[in-house]
């Protein structure tokens, strides 16, 4: 039986959705952030010296990092499903988007995040100045990096409805969370239509409401 050790509003309801879309059978602890430091909770250290979500347990293997744990739950349960066959060329495809995700993708978001929580959080006499840094920043570096990102997945999109080809797969699932919380802290607006169709589509699959519903509300960001 594979656990998911989930924390709420987190990366690892891809995990529950990738698991959904198999139709695997799966048990989920849940975990609360700390309402002030929005962390996760120290019990998830006793799973993973990291303390981070997503981590699963599956017999007495424990696997954490969200790319890794979509390869192996694939590979070891899903029979050939959600994954091109290894040595296509769409399998080298899927990889690519596999760790680009968490590789490329999300870095830019993350500095968005921090740079967020630094204008909002900085003591009351020095936020001018934070705020003016903070947006300096974000205009010369992050915005920039962000727009670059998007409009390469835009132009992916623009090709094929997914993005491995025409074929759903667990690359799409690994895409979602950073084409969120772009929509969520970056807004796609006009420039990004087929981002905003995929998020649709996906929004819409069955699997991906149920996992929604097992692991609790998912704020997009």
């Known amino acids: ?47 993973h010296p990291l303390g981070k979500s997503p981590v699963i347990t599956d017999d007495q293997r424990t696997v954490a990092e969200t790319g890794l744990i979509v390869d192996y739950i694939v590979e070891r349960h899903g029979g050939g499903r959600l994954a091109p066959e290894r040595g296509s060329d769409e399998r080298l495809q899927y990889d690519y988007w596999l760790h680009y995700a968490e590789g490329s993708a999300m870095p830019p978001l993350l500095l968005h995040l921090v ?18 840094i903070s947006a300096n920043v974000k205009k010369q570096f992050i915005r920039p990096q962000l727009d670059l990102h998007l409009d390469f997945m835009e132009n992916e999109l623009r090709q094929h409805e997914w993005f491995v080809g025409n074929q759903f797969s667990a690359a799409d699932i690994m895409m979602s969370f950073p084409l969120e919380a772009a929509a969520s802290r970056r807004g796609l607006e006009s420039r990004c239509p087929r981002i905003k169709a995929f998020l649709e589509r ?12 097992k692991g609790g509300p998912y704020a997009y960001a």
């Open 1 to 47: 039986m594979i656990t998911v050790h989930h924390l709420e509003d987190s990366r690892s309801q891809r995990v529950l959705w990738l698991l959904e879309e198999l139709g695997l059978e799966y048990e989920i602890r849940h975990y609360r952030r700390d309402p002030k430091t929005m962390l996760a909770p120290d019990a998830l250290r006793q799973v």
């Open 115 to 132: 740079f967020d929580t630094v204008e909002k959080k900085s003591p009351f006499l020095i936020k001018p100045i934070a705020k003016a």
């Open 202 to 213: 996906i929004h819409q699959r069955p699997a991906y409401q149920r996992a929604l519903e």
